[in-house]
C-alpha cells in the first residue's frame, strides 16, 4: 500500500492483501473489497466492509477510499436503447412462424432502485431481463445495453459478469449440498486465499442481506438444500438463499426473474422487502420481473416497466403514476381497496382490446397509444430532432421554409424510427421537391439511436481481472464434484454394486471354460504335431506316431483351439463392454443435470475449461475404482489359491471350486495390473463419450436414452461378433468382358476360350477362382498365368466401396481399440492358438486339414507379428550367406535413420516365399521379434485411444458448452 499526495488509498490487484491499521484494526482488501476487522469493547471479533468515499484511519493519518479503486464509479447505471428480440418458430416442413418477444423497448435503471417489470403472461418479461443481463444475446437480433454508459453488457459480458447478479426464476442450487458448503463454494470460486473467517463473515452477512436473520443462520447453513419435493428448506428460504449466492459475489446490478414465483403472500413480501432494504443499504441496481405483486410489494418498487403482449412497451415510470395512467385510457375507476398490480394489468388487458376492435391502431403497434407515457420520460428517446440536426438540414440545402415547419419540433424526442420519419414527413407536407427528399432521406438515415459506445467517454479505469486463476477453479469444481458424490449414499452404493455384480457375473457365466473345448484342444494339438512332421518332410506313420502325438496334447495347455481362444476372447471382450458401461452410464448426466447452475456460474466467474478438466479428472477417480472393483473380483480366485498365508484356511473342495473360478490361471500380478491399466483407460475415455452425450442433451431423460446408441455399435463393430480381419477389401472376384479384353494381349487365345463359361460369374472368394481356372486349363498354365488372372478378375463396383466404407466405422469404435489392446497384452505370453487350415487341393488325404500357431491377436484383427529386425551389420552378414535374396526382399525392406533394417515376411505371396534360397527364411524367421511389434502396436493403440476421442469428443463438448452457456 502507498499513499498519495491527496491521501487516497491506492492499493494493488492481488488476490488478498492484509493492510495492518492498529494493533487491533487489519483491512482486508480482497479482489475489489474491503473489509475491516476489528475488536468491539467486550473483545468480541466484528467486521465491518467499507463503502466508496468512507474514511478510514490510518493512525492519525485520514485516508480516503475513492471510487476509482473499486469498480471504477461508485455503483451502475444501466441503459437500454432498441432492444429487440424475436424468434421464427418452425410449423411444419413449408411453414414457419416469427414471433416477437421484446419490440424495441428502452430502458433506464439508476443506482439505489428498485425496478419493476411487470406484463401478462407470454408478453416476454423473462426475455427482457434476459436481454438487459446479457444472460441472453443474439446477432442475428438487435439492441444495445450499457453500464454505465461504456460497457457494453452483450459485447463484455465475461468482464461485466463478476459485477452483474443474476437469479433464474428455475432452481439453481445443488440440491445434494447443504447451505454451508454450496456457499462455501461460490465464494471460493470468485475470491481466493481467503481466511476462514473472514470468509465466514462474508457468507453471513450476504445471508443477513438476502433477508435471513443472524439467529436463523446456524440452523439454515447446516442444512441440506434437496430438491423442491423434498421440502427441506421452504420456497421463501430457496429463493433467498439463491440470492445470497448473488450477493457473495459483491454485484453492483442484481437482476432476478420472478423471484416471488410460487411463493405464498407472506413469503413474496419478505423477499420483496428484504430486496428493497438491500438496495437502501448498498445503494445497488436490482431489476426483478413479478407477474402480479401484492400491495405491500407493489408499493416498494422504485421505477415500473410494463410489457404487453408482443414486447411491446406499454409504460415506463414511477409506480404511482401508472394507476391513473391506465384508468384514464381503459376508462376504469381504480378502488381504494384494490390491489394496484392487478387493476393494472386487467386495464392493459381491456385498453389492448379496444384498440384492436377499433381498428385504428392494432394491440401490436404501441407507438400512438402510448405517447404520453412517452413525452412524461424525455430521457429515454433515442431520436431528437436537435439544433446540430436543423443546422445539418440548412447546410445540405433544405429550404427556409421547410425548415421554419420545422421548428416547432426542436428537441422533440422520439423512440420509434417509423414515428420520427412520419413526423417528419408531416411538418414539411408533400410540397417539397425530390432534391428536398434525399436531403430529408439522408437525414432519417443518420437518426439512428444514440450509441453510448461512439461517444468518447474517458473510462475512470480499465477492470481489473477479478476472476481467480485456472487452478482455484479446477480445485474448488473438483472438490465440489466429490461432495455432491459422497452426499448421494444410493449413487454410491450403486457405483460400487454395478463392477461387483458384472464381475460376479462374468465368473459364474465363464466357470471352467477351459473344458467346454477340451476335446477340440486335444485334436488340434495333435492335429498340429502331423502339421510339422509334414512341414519337415518326416514320413507319417499313424500306427506309430498318434499315441505319441496324444501324449504330447496332454502336456501342451498353452496351446488351445479356435473354440477356446472364441471363449477366452469374449471375456477381453466382455471386460472392455463393460467398462465402457460404466464409463458412459457415470457422465451421461454429469452436465445435463447441473445446466442451470453451470450457466450461471459461466455467465459470471466459471471458466468453461476448468469445469470440463474437473469433470474429466473427478470422472477418472471414479473410472479408477470401479476398474478395480472389476478386477479384484475377476482376479480373486487366483489371489486366494496363489497366496500361501491364505491357501491353508481353504479346504480342498472349496480350493476346486475356486479353480472352476479361475479365468486366467497363470496371471500374475504384473499382468493384472497391465490389464488394470487397460480397463482403467477405456473407462475413462467411455466417460469423455457421456460427458459429451450429457452436453448436447437437452434433458436427462435424452441422455439416458442416447445411452444404447454408443452401446450397441460398440457390441456390435467391436471385433468379437464379426472379426476384423474377416472385413474384406472393397471388391468382388469376377471376369468381366473388359478383363477378358485386356488378358488377350498376355494370355493364349486357346487358354481363355476355355475360361468363357466364367466370364461374369462372381465368385466369393479368391480361393474358390483359383480351384475353378486351374480345373479347366491345368496346373501348368495355372502356375504361369494365375498372378494375371486373379489381378483382371478384380472388380470394384460402387455397392462394394459404399459396404467397405461402412465397414469401416469399426476404426471409430473404443470397443474394438480396446479389446485389440488387451488381445495384444495377451499375446506376449506362451498362449497360443491352433489356427485350422482346411485345403482339399492337396494330394494327400492327411494334409486336407493343417494346423498352424498364431497368437490370439491374429485371430480377430490384421495384425502380422513376423517382421525381423536386423542390425545394419547384421544384414550385411545376411547378404553375404544369401545374395540372391536381394533382389526379392528390395521392396520389404525399411531403413531407419542409423542404418538398422526391418523387413516383414507377410508382405511377400506364397510363392514369393518358396521362392526364396534354402535357409534364408530360417534365418529372418530367427530374427522375429514379436514383443517389440506388440508394445510398438500397444503405443500406437493408445495413442490413436486419447487423440481420436480427445479430438472427436472433447474439443465438440468444450465448443458446445461455450456456445449453449456462454451466448
Given at each position: 500500500?502507498?499513499?498519495?499526495?491527496?491521501?487516497?488509498?491506492?492499493?494493488?490487484?492481488?488476490?488478498?492483501?492484509?493492510?495492518?491499521?492498529?494493533?487491533?484494526?487489519?483491512?482486508?482488501?480482497?479482489?475489489?473489497?474491503?473489509?475491516?476487522?476489528?475488536?468491539?469493547?467486550?473483545?468480541?471479533?466484528?467486521?465491518?466492509?467499507?463503502?466508496?468515499?468512507?474514511?478510514?484511519?490510518?493512525?492519525?493519518?485520514?485516508?480516503?477510499?475513492?471510487?476509482?479503486?473499486?469498480?471504477?464509479?461508485?455503483?451502475?447505471?444501466?441503459?437500454?436503447?432498441?432492444?429487440?428480440?424475436?424468434?421464427?418458430?418452425?410449423?411444419?416442413?413449408?411453414?414457419?412462424?416469427?414471433?416477437?418477444?421484446?419490440?424495441?423497448?428502452?430502458?433506464?435503471?439508476?443506482?439505489?432502485?428498485?425496478?419493476?417489470?411487470?406484463?401478462?403472461?407470454?408478453?416476454?418479461?423473462?426475455?427482457?431481463?434476459?436481454?438487459?443481463?446479457?444472460?441472453?444475446?443474439?446477432?442475428?437480433n438487435y439492441g444495445q445495453v450499457f453500464i454505465?454508459?461504456?460497457?457494453?453488457?452483450?459485447?463484455?459480458?465475461?468482464?461485466?459478469?463478476?459485477?452483474?447478479?443474476?437469479?433464474?426464476?428455475?432452481?439453481?442450487?445443488?440440491?445434494?449440498?447443504?447451505?454451508?458448503?454450496?456457499?462455501?463454494?461460490?465464494?471460493?470460486?470468485?475470491?481466493?486465499?481467503?481466511?476462514?473467517?473472514?470468509?465466514?463473515?462474508?457468507?453471513?452477512?450476504?445471508?443477513?442481506?438476502?433477508?435471513?436473520?443472524?439467529?436463523?443462520?446456524?440452523?439454515?447453513?447446516?442444512?441440506?438444500?434437496?430438491?423442491?419435493?423434498?421440502?427441506?428448506?421452504?420456497?421463501?428460504?430457496?429463493?433467498?438463499?439463491?440470492i445470497a449466492h448473488e450477493l457473495i459475489r459483491?454485484?453492483?446490478?442484481?437482476?432476478?426473474?420472478?423471484?416471488?414465483?410460487?411463493?405464498?403472500?407472506?413469503?413474496?413480501?419478505?423477499?420483496?422487502?428484504?430486496?428493497?432494504?438491500?438496495?437502501?443499504?448498498?445503494?445497488?441496481?436490482?431489476?426483478?420481473?413479478?407477474?402480479?405483486?401484492?400491495?405491500?410489494?407493489?408499493?416498494?418498487?422504485?421505477?415500473?416497466?410494463?410489457?404487453?403482449?408482443?414486447?411491446?412497451?406499454?409504460?415506463?415510470?414511477?409506480?404511482?403514476?401508472?394507476?391513473?395512467?391506465?384508468?384514464?385510457?381503459?376508462?376504469?375507476?381504480?378502488?381504494?381497496?384494490?390491489?394496484?398490480?392487478?387493476?393494472?394489468?386487467?386495464?392493459?388487458?381491456?385498453?389492448?382490446?379496444?384498440?384492436?376492435?377499433?381498428?385504428?391502431?392494432?394491440?401490436?403497434?404501441?407507438?400512438?397509444?402510448?405517447?404520453?407515457?412517452?413525452?412524461?420520460?424525455?430521457?429515454?428517446?433515442?431520436?431528437?430532432?436537435?439544433?446540430?440536426?436543423?443546422?445539418?438540414?440548412?447546410?445540405?440545402?433544405?429550404?427556409?421554409?421547410?425548415?421554419?415547419?420545422?421548428?416547432?419540433?426542436?428537441?422533440?424526442?422520439?423512440?420509434?424510427?417509423?414515428?420520427?420519419?412520419?413526423?417528419?414527413?408531416?411538418?414539411?407536407?408533400?410540397?417539397?421537391?425530390?432534391?428536398?427528399?434525399?436531403?430529408?432521406?439522408?437525414?432519417?438515415?443518420?437518426?439512428?439511436?444514440?450509441?453510448?459506445?461512439?461517444?468518447?467517454?474517458?473510462?475512470?479505469?480499465?477492470?481489473?481481472?477479478?476472476?481467480?486463476?485456472?487452478?482455484?477453479?479446477?480445485?474448488?469444481?473438483?472438490?465440489?464434484?466429490?461432495?455432491?458424490?459422497?452426499?448421494?449414499?444410493?449413487?454410491?452404493?450403486?457405483?460400487?454394486?454395478?463392477?461387483?455384480?458384472?464381475?460376479?457375473?462374468?465368473?459364474?457365466?465363464?466357470?471352467?471354460?477351459?473344458?467346454?473345448?477340451?476335446?477340440?484342444?486335444?485334436?488340434?494339438?495333435?492335429?498340429?504335431?502331423?502339421?510339422?512332421?509334414?512341414?519337415?518332410?518326416?514320413?507319417?506313420?499313424?500306427?506309430?506316431?498318434?499315441?505319441?502325438?496324444?501324449?504330447?496334447?496332454?502336456?501342451?495347455?498353452?496351446?488351445?483351439?479356435?473354440?477356446?481362444?472364441?471363449?477366452?476372447?469374449?471375456?477381453?471382450?466382455?471386460?472392455?463392454?463393460?467398462?465402457?458401461?460404466?464409463?458412459?452410464?457415470?457422465?451421461?448426466?454429469?452436465?445435463?443435470?447441473?445446466?442451470?447452475?453451470?450457466?450461471?456460474?459461466?455467465?459470471?466467474?466459471?471458466?468453461?475449461?476448468?469445469?470440463?478438466?474437473?469433470?474429466?479428472?473427478?470422472?477418472?477417480?471414479?473410472?479408477?475404482?470401479?476398474?478395480?472393483?472389476?478386477?479384484?473380483?475377476?482376479?480373486?480366485?487366483?489371489?486366494?489359491?496363489?497366496?500361501?498365508?491364505?491357501?491353508?484356511?481353504?479346504?480342498?473342495?472349496?480350493?476346486?471350486?475356486?479353480?472352476?473360478?479361475?479365468?486366467?490361471?497363470?496371471?500374475?500380478?504384473?499382468?493384472?495390473?497391465?490389464?488394470?491399466?487397460?480397463?482403467?483407460?477405456?473407462?475413462?475415455?467411455?466417460?469423455?463419450?457421456?460427458?459429451?452425450?450429457?452436453?448436447?442433451?437437452?434433458?436427462?431423460?435424452?441422455?439416458?436414452?442416447?445411452?444404447?446408441?454408443?452401446?450397441?455399435?460398440?457390441?456390435?463393430?467391436?471385433?468379437?461378433?464379426?472379426?476384423?480381419?474377416?472385413?474384406?477389401?472393397?471388391?468382388?472376384?469376377?471376369?468381366?468382358?473388359?478383363?477378358?479384353?485386356?488378358?488377350?494381349?498376355?494370355?493364349?487365345?486357346?487358354?481363355?476360350?476355355?475360361?468363357?463359361?466364367?466370364?461374369?460369374?462372381?465368385?466369393?472368394?479368391?480361393?474358390?477362382?483359383?480351384?475353378?481356372?486351374?480345373?479347366?486349363?491345368?496346373?501348368?498354365?495355372?502356375?504361369?498365368?494365375?498372378?494375371?488372372?486373379?489381378?483382371?478378375?478384380?472388380?470394384?463396383?460402387?455397392?462394394?466401396?459404399?459396404?467397405?466404407?461402412?465397414?469401416?466405422?469399426?476404426?471409430?469404435?473404443?470397443q474394438k481399440w480396446a479389446f485389440k489392446a488387451?488381445?495384444?497384452?495377451?499375446?506376449?505370453?506362451?498362449?497360443?492358438?491352433?489356427?485350422?487350415?482346411?485345403?482339399?487341393?492337396?494330394?494327400?488325404?492327411?494334409?486336407?486339414?493343417?494346423?498352424?500357431?498364431?497368437?490370439?491377436?491374429?485371430?480377430?484383427?490384421?495384425?502380422?507379428?513376423?517382421?525381423?529386425?536386423?542390425?545394419?551389420?547384421?544384414?550385411?552378414?545376411?547378404?553375404?550367406?544369401?545374395?540372391?535374396?536381394?533382389?526379392?526382399?528390395?521392396?520389404?525392406?525399411?531403413?531407419?535413420?542409423?542404418?538398422?533394417?526391418?523387413?516383414?515376411?507377410?508382405?511377400?505371396?506364397?510363392?514369393?516365399?518358396?521362392?526364396?534360397?534354402?535357409?534364408?527364411?530360417?534365418?529372418?524367421?530367427?530374427?522375429?521379434?514379436?514383443?517389440?511389434?506388440?508394445?510398438?502396436?500397444?503405443?500406437?493403440?493408445?495413442?490413436?485411444?486419447?487423440?481420436?476421442?480427445?479430438?472427436?469428443?472433447?474439443?465438440?463438448?468444450?465448443?458446445?458448452?461455450?456456445?449453449?452457456?456462454?451466448?
Open positions: 500500500m502507498d499513499k498519495h499526495d491527496t491521501n487516497r488509498l491506492h492499493i494493488k490487484q492481488v488476490d488478498v492483501e492484509k493492510i495492518p491499521l492498529s494493533p487491533n484494526k487489519v483491512l482486508y482488501h480482497i479482489s475489489d473489497r474491503f473489509l475491516i476487522n476489528d475488536l468491539d469493547d467486550e473483545g468480541k471479533e466484528i467486521w465491518k466492509e467499507v463503502q466508496p468515499g468512507e474514511n478510514v484511519y490510518l493512525g492519525q493519518e485520514h485516508l480516503v477510499f475513492p471510487p476509482q479503486i473499486f469498480f471504477g464509479n461508485e455503483r451502475i447505471t444501466l441503459s437500454a436503447y432498441d432492444v429487440y428480440w424475436a424468434k421464427t418458430f418452425r410449423k411444419g416442413f413449408f411453414s414457419a412462424e416469427k414471433r416477437v418477444f421484446c419490440n424495441q423497448i428502452p430502458f433506464r435503471a439508476e443506482p439505489g432502485t428498485l425496478t419493476g417489470i411487470m406484463g401478462p403472461s407470454g408478453a416476454g418479461k423473462t426475455v427482457l431481463l434476459n436481454l438487459l443481463s446479457g444472460y441472453i444475446c443474439s446477432p442475428r454505465n454508459g461504456s460497457y457494453d453488457v452483450h459485447k463484455e459480458r465475461r468482464i461485466l459478469g463478476r459485477t452483474i447478479g443474476y437469479v433464474p426464476q428455475d432452481d439453481t442450487l445443488i440440491p445434494q449440498l447443504t447451505v454451508q458448503q454450496s456457499l462455501d463454494y461460490c465464494f471460493q470460486l470468485r475470491y481466493s486465499g481467503v481466511p476462514n473467517n473472514l470468509q465466514q463473515h462474508i457468507i453471513e452477512d450476504a445471508c443477513q442481506k438476502a433477508g435471513f436473520s443472524r439467529e436463523s443462520l446456524p440452523d439454515l447453513l447446516a442444512a441440506k438444500i434437496g430438491s423442491p419435493d423434498e421440502k427441506t428448506l421452504s420456497g421463501g428460504e430457496r429463493k433467498r438463499v439463491n459483491h454485484p453492483l446490478l442484481l437482476f432476478l426473474d420472478e423471484p416471488t414465483s410460487g411463493l405464498s403472500s407472506v413469503d413474496a413480501d419478505t423477499v420483496t422487502q428484504s430486496l428493497k432494504e438491500l438496495c437502501t443499504r448498498t445503494n445497488i441496481t436490482i431489476i426483478l420481473t413479478i407477474h402480479q405483486p401484492s400491495r405491500e410489494s407493489f408499493d416498494l418498487l422504485d421505477r415500473l416497466l410494463i410489457v404487453n403482449q408482443g414486447g411491446n412497451l406499454a409504460y415506463l415510470g414511477d409506480p404511482q403514476d401508472a394507476v391513473a395512467y391506465f384508468a384514464g385510457h381503459a376508462g376504469m375507476t381504480y378502488q381504494a381497496r384494490q390491489n394496484p398490480a392487478e387493476f393494472i394489468l386487467r386495464a392493459l388487458n381491456r385498453w389492448t382490446a379496444s384498440l384492436a376492435a377499433s381498428n385504428s391502431v392494432t394491440a401490436l403497434s404501441p407507438e400512438k397509444s402510448i405517447t404520453e407515457a412517452y413525452y412524461r420520460q424525455p430521457g429515454y428517446f433515442s431520436f431528437n430532432l436537435t439544433e446540430s440536426l436543423l443546422e445539418t438540414l440548412r447546410d445540405q440545402g433544405m429550404a427556409s421554409e421547410a425548415l421554419e415547419r420545422l421548428a416547432p419540433l426542436k428537441n422533440r424526442r422520439f423512440l420509434w424510427r417509423s414515428e420520427y420519419r412520419k413526423t417528419l414527413k408531416t411538418a414539411l407536407g408533400q410540397g417539397y421537391d425530390v432534391e428536398q427528399r434525399e436531403v430529408l432521406r439522408q437525414v432519417v438515415q443518420k437518426g439512428h439511436p444514440v450509441r453510448l459506445s461512439d461517444i468518447h467517454q474517458e473510462r475512470l479505469r480499465d477492470i481489473p481481472n477479478l476472476s481467480t486463476s485456472f487452478f482455484q477453479q479446477f480445485r474448488v469444481l473438483f472438490r465440489r464434484n466429490r461432495s455432491v458424490t459422497h452426499a448421494e449414499i444410493k449413487t454410491r452404493l450403486f457405483q460400487s454394486f454395478q463392477p461387483i455384480a458384472i464381475a460376479l457375473l462374468m465368473l459364474l457365466a465363464f466357470s471352467w471354460y477351459s473344458q467346454d473345448y477340451y476335446s477340440e484342444d486335444i485334436f488340434a494339438r495333435v492335429g498340429c504335431y502331423f502339421t510339422q512332421k509334414v512341414k519337415q518332410g518326416q514320413q507319417i506313420r499313424t500306427w506309430k506316431d498318434l499315441p505319441i502325438a496324444k501324449a504330447q496334447a496332454y502336456s501342451q495347455p498353452h496351446l488351445m483351439s479356435e473354440g477356446a481362444a472364441n471363449r477366452r476372447a469374449a471375456i477381453f471382450f466382455l471386460l472392455v463392454a463393460a467398462c465402457i458401461w460404466l464409463g458412459i452410464i457415470n457422465s451421461c448426466q454429469e452436465i445435463v443435470a447441473e445446466r442451470t447452475v453451470v450457466k450461471r456460474e459461466a455467465k459470471s466467474i466459471v471458466r468453461i475449461f476448468p469445469y470440463l478438466v474437473a469433470k474429466i479428472i473427478f470422472l477418472g477417480y471414479i473410472c479408477l475404482k470401479q476398474s478395480l472393483l472389476l478386477l479384484a473380483i475377476i482376479f480373486l480366485p487366483n489371489m486366494l489359491l496363489t497366496t500361501e498365508r491364505w491357501r491353508p484356511l481353504f479346504s480342498e473342495g472349496f480350493r476346486n471350486l475356486l479353480l472352476k473360478f479361475q479365468l486366467f490361471p497363470k496371471a500374475n500380478f504384473f499382468y493384472g495390473a497391465a490389464i488394470l491399466a487397460i480397463l482403467f483407460i477405456t473407462t475413462c475415455v467411455a466417460s469423455w463419450m457421456g460427458l459429451g452425450i450429457s452436453a448436447f442433451a437437452p434433458t436427462p431423460k435424452t441422455a439416458l436414452t442416447m445411452v444404447p446408441l454408443l452401446i450397441i455399435p460398440q457390441l456390435l463393430l467391436g471385433g468379437l461378433i464379426r472379426p476384423i480381419k474377416d472385413i474384406g477389401r472393397p471388391e468382388s472376384i469376377m471376369l468381366t468382358p473388359q478383363a477378358f479384353s485386356e488378358l488377350r494381349r498376355h494370355v493364349p487365345d486357346t487358354i481363355l476360350d476355355q475360361l468363357q463359361d466364367f466370364k461374369n460369374r462372381p465368385f466369393a472368394r479368391e480361393h474358390d477362382f483359383v480351384v475353378g481356372i486351374r480345373s479347366r486349363i491345368g496346373d501348368n498354365a495355372m502356375a504361369d498365368y494365375r498372378d494375371m488372372l486373379v489381378e483382371q478378375a478384380r472388380v470394384t463396383t460402387r455397392w462394394d466401396r459404399a459396404l467397405f466404407y461402412a465397414g469401416g466405422l469399426h476404426h471409430l469404435m473404443l488387451l488381445l495384444l497384452y495377451d499375446s506376449l505370453g506362451r498362449l497360443r492358438v491352433l489356427k485350422k487350415i482346411v485345403d482339399f487341393d492337396r494330394y494327400r488325404e492327411y494334409e486336407y486339414i493343417q494346423f498352424e500357431e498364431q497368437r490370439l491377436v491374429e485371430m480377430f484383427f490384421p495384425v502380422s507379428l513376423d517382421s525381423a529386425y536386423y542390425t545394419a551389420q547384421e544384414y550385411q552378414n545376411f547378404l553375404a550367406d544369401f545374395p540372391d535374396a536381394t533382389t526379392m526382399l528390395q521392396d520389404i525392406i525399411h531403413f531407419d535413420r542409423v542404418g538398422n533394417v526391418s523387413l516383414q515376411l507377410s508382405d511377400l505371396s506364397e510363392r514369393e516365399r518358396q521362392a526364396l534360397p534354402r535357409g534364408s527364411e530360417d534365418n529372418i524367421l530367427a530374427h522375429r521379434a514379436p514383443k517389440r511389434q506388440i508394445y510398438a502396436l500397444l503405443t500406437h493403440t493408445f495413442i490413436i485411444i486419447v487423440v481420436l476421442y480427445g479430438f472427436f469428443v472433447l474439443v465438440p463438448t468444450y465448443w458446445w458448452l461455450r456456445k449453449s452457456l456462454l451466448t
